[in-house]
């Protein structure tokens, strides 16, 4: 079993349950998905940088991503609708959490001048969205690999409506936010 969701079930399920008074584990947040999220404006020069960053994110999260497109024309930014700006993967359930434990237990701790996550990113609705601007931050990417730097936003897509719990929730995880 996964390392992260064993710690779900037996230790925050019921520190969250006393926390915040549930009368059922059901009511209890949990982590519903991560979204992963590479765009790629400059797709549109050189289709190299797509396929790169696609076969980048399928490394880092071991899943076959999807390309996503322009919703509509944007004359200012030379785009049609249709065109390809990014890839995009959805990890749930185990993948899900053995994503969330490399990303604390590893990745963030390799990020240059590291001093915790922003407490500020939540979207009010309880999920929680960072950035990373440099894929060498991942163990699985050979840095002489990368040709083009390209960064990615995570989010995580939480079963609650608060802030607050999400935030209880993530730092239960291990999450290391700034104080």
């Keep these: ?19 915040f008074h549930y009368k059922n584990e059901l009511e209890v947040p949990k982590l519903v998905k991560i979204v992963i999220n590479m ?7 050189n289709k190299k940088i797509l396929d790169d960053a696609m076969k980048h994110l399928a490394i880092v999260s071991g899943q076959k991503p999807a390309i996503t497109k322009a919703r509509k024309n944007i004359a200012g930014f030379k785009l049609r609708k249709g065109d390809p700006v990014g890839c995009k993967v959805t990890l749930r359930d185990k993948m899900a959490y053995e994503f969330l434990d490399r990303l604390i237990s590893i990745v963030l701790p390799r990020i240059k001048d590291f001093r915790g996550l922003p407490v500020e990113s939540f979207d009010g609705r309880g999920n929680y969205t960072i950035g990373i601007n440099e894929l060498a931050v991942f163990p699985e990417i050979n840095i002489d690999s990368v040709e083009f730097e390209q960064g990615m936003d995570i989010t995580f897509v939480i079963s609650v409506k608060s802030n607050e719990q999400s935030y209880e929730l993530l730092k239960l995880f291990g999450m290391p936010f700034r104080s």
């Design 1 to 19: 079993m996964v390392r992260l969701l064993e710690k779900y079930k037996k230790q925050i399920v019921p520190t969250l349950m006393e926390r």
């Design 39 to 45: 765009g790629v404006g400059r797709a549109r020069e």
